[in-house]
């Protein structure tokens, strides 16, 4: 064995007994005398781990009665078009946190269907941080109030639930779902690509109010229309069945460790390690301003930025991947999601400390 430290911002790394479990049931799954990538999704064994899997993401988030959860093809990108054709209903504009390329994304995509309205943005300071509750100068009109909870490449988190007022409160949570407890009441939607907390890409996990379902503008496609998927359990066509049940054993393996508030006292933990060892090192700098960082994607910079070369180089060798940071940024990235262990923070902190030493 082999396996290294993946410090990748999606596909991302996931932990490990899950993986073994998976290779342990590849080839037939209990008592099917078939994997699960071979079984039917209308079958009794595939619908038991569906329902399993929507059963402990339930229990992980306390999602209130009045929301369904659906799993859906498409990623998060397919959610960025599903709001506004979902949500907008006879209003003309929605708000929109902008806090880097993500929410660019998303806005983008809403302003095909509607008139948006960027209520706070952080681009003048290069996505460094967070806009403040009282920064946000919401539209009592609008849909809906759209904002990225983690900026999966500039490194900054919302550390507080922006108030929306009765406008619903709609979130990408892509790169933060799991890990750490959130009041789901207070979202109209929250929705994530699978590939950092949840499990393999190619999958969103969406919760969305019921209220909000059953309203789609006219024209909107079967497949990006809440509804048919909320009346068919995610089964209104042949869902991402594989996806699922990693999904579900993911879910499972969070619930084993005590739930979020113990998931989210191990990513405080990893996360101060390793902002403590850029803060200690003049070698090293992090952009993010203190109060709006991740616990999630850490990015740092190093002094001389003609060493970033060696330093992935030199990183690889000890076993510690996907290091460089995105290509909009530059610099390095250091994701580390849930299922990264503290010993992998641990040892990317000890060969940052040996890397200024030798270079600093
Ligand atoms: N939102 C955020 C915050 C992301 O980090 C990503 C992917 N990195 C996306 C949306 C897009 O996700 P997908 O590729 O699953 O469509």
Redesign the pocket.
């Known amino acids: 064995m082999s396996r290294v430290f993946n410090f990748s911002?999606?596909p991302a790394t996931l932990p490990e007994t899950v993986l073994k479990q998976v290779q342990a049931e590849l080839l037939e799954w209990r008592d099917e005398g078939m994997s699960v990538m071979e079984m039917s999704h209308r079958g009794k064994a595939f619908v038991s781990i569906l329902e399993q899997a929507e059963a402990d993401l339930r229990q992980l988030l306390a999602v209130p009665e009045n929301y369904k959860v659906l799993f859906l093809q498409?990623?998060?990108?397919?959610?960025?078009s599903m709001v506004p054709l979902n949500l907008l209903r006879d209003k003309a504009s929605a708000d929109y946190i902008n806090t880097g390329s993500?929410s660019k994304?998303?806005i983008a995509e809403a302003k095909r269907y509607a008139q948006v309205n960027i209520v706070a943005s952080s681009a003048e300071e290069n996505f460094s941080r967070i806009p403040t509750q009282d920064e946000l100068e919401l539209d009592g009109g609008a849909a809906y109030l759209h904002f990225?909870s983690?900026?999966?490449?500039f490194g900054t988190e919302f550390h507080y639930l922006p108030d929306s007022g009765d406008v619903p409160l709609v979130c990408?949570?892509?790169?933060n779902i799991l890990s750490r407890p959130v009041d789901i009441s207070r979202f109209g939607v929250l929705y994530a690509?699978?590939?950092?907390n949840i499990g393999p890409?190619?999958m969103?996990v969406v919760i969305v109010r019921e209220d909000l379902i059953g309203h789609a503008r006219a024209g909107t496609p079967t497949m990006m229309d809440y509804q048919p998927h909320a009346d068919n359990d995610s089964c209104y066509n042949t869902p991402p069945t594989f996806s699922i049940y990693i999904a579900g054993l993911v879910f499972r393996h969070l619930l084993e460790q005590g739930g979020l508030t113990v998931v989210e006292e191990q990513n405080i933990a990893k996360a101060q390690l390793l902002y403590d060892a850029i803060e200690q090192d003049d070698f090293y700098h992090c952009p993010t301003e203190v109060a709006s960082r991740s616990r999630m994607n850490v990015p740092f910079t190093l002094a001389d930025a003609e060493l970033d070369g060696e330093f992935l180089q030199q990183a690889q060798k000890a076993g510690l991947v996907n290091l460089k940071g995105h290509r909009s940024v530059g610099g390095m990235r250091a994701s580390i999601y849930n299922a990264m262990p503290e010993a992998g923070v641990r040892a990317l902190v000890e060969f940052m400390g040996e890397f200024s030493r030798r270079h600093g």
Do not use: H, L
């Open positions: 911002a999606g498409g990623g998060a990108t397919a959610q960025f993500w994304k998303a990225t983690n900026n999966t490449i990408d949570a892509s790169s690509g699978a590939q950092k890409a190619g969103a």
